[in-house]
């Protein structure tokens, strides 16, 4: 049996990158897998993958930053499958306009907060009531390592990400007693197709320089996800799991 056998997860940004990976793992070990994600394009070929490797998925057209379209995605959900047991926030980026504190434009630091941080607390907003129904269930947030530590050249990414850490605790006390349990992964700079193309041609820096045991690929940090995501980690709640390379012991 399937570490998520029977569970329904939600996946934001699951058309691509680390959320295509989390989907497509998520669907191999029996999860029925709602694949939030703003490009139709992407969302529909991941639905699709996973069908043709025998799983379940439905695929609908989420802008995380827009609280009715978060709200429609955990309703679809439920529409379609029943129920919710998991929602795994990992919607997010950052962008080459991101920079120190005095040097990032003043629009950049809403953009990015809107999206990784604002975008986490929406999703948890209208998914948590649905866990509850449900009887318990669990939140996979994302951070990044550079929540955890000190870096250079990304203050707006490294705020939003540390709001993130920080709500990850705070609603894992919250909904504790009713048998929500709230973690989140914090990755290093990982090999996704849109971060290869960003940093094409460019030596590394900053996290990218610190990769002790070399860079992370999708499925590292899938993995970590599925193990918050599932019975096996059901005492855990209020962790923050580095799957940073060493990064921040670095």
């Given at each position: 049996m399937g570490r998520l056998q029977g569970k329904v997860v939600l996946i934001t940004g699951a058309g691509a990158g680390i959320g295509r990976a989390g989907a497509l793992l998520f669907a191999r070990e029996g999860a029925r897998v709602v694949v939030a994600e703003i490009r139709p394009e992407a969302g529909i070929e991941t639905e699709r993958m996973i069908a043709a490797a025998g799983g379940?998925?439905?695929?609908?057209?989420?802008?995380?930053?827009?609280?009715?379209?978060?709200?429609?995605a955990v309703k679809a959900a439920v529409a379609?499958?029943?129920?919710?047991?998991v929602l795994y926030n990992n919607a997010g980026a950052?962008?080459?306009?991101?920079?120190?504190?005095?040097?990032?434009?003043v629009e950049e630091f809403g953009r990015v907060v809107g999206l990784n941080l604002y975008g986490t607390w929406l999703c948890c907003k209208y998914a948590i009531?649905?866990?509850?129904?449900?009887?318990?269930?669990?939140?996979?947030?994302?951070?990044?390592?550079?929540?955890?530590m000190g870096t250079?050249?990304?203050d707006c990414y490294t705020a939003a990400k540390g709001g993130v850490v920080a709500i990850t605790r705070s609603m894992a006390v919250e909904y504790a007693d009713r048998k929500i349990r709230v973690n989140a992964v914090a990755p290093t700079s990982t090999t996704t197709e849109?971060?290869?193309?960003?940093?094409?041609?460019?030596?590394?820096?900053?996290?990218?320089?610190?990769?002790?045991?070399?860079?992370?690929?999708?499925?590292?940090?899938a993995y970590a996800a599925l193990f918050l995501a599932s019975d096996e980690?059901?005492?855990?709640?209020?962790?923050?799991?580095p799957v940073d390379s060493g990064v921040t012991i670095s």
């Open positions: 379940q998925a439905c695929f609908v057209q989420t802008d995380v930053t827009q609280p009715t379209s978060a709200e429609n379609r499958f029943g129920r919710l047991d950052s962008t080459p306009l991101d920079g120190p504190v005095t040097e990032a434009p009531p649905e866990l509850i129904k449900a009887g318990g269930g669990a939140v996979v947030n994302t951070a990044s390592a550079a929540g955890l250079t050249n990304i849109r971060v290869l193309e960003l940093y094409r041609n460019r030596p590394p820096t900053g996290l990218r320089a610190k990769n002790l045991l070399g860079p992370a690929e999708p499925i590292d940090v980690a059901k005492i855990i709640t209020g962790h923050v799991l």
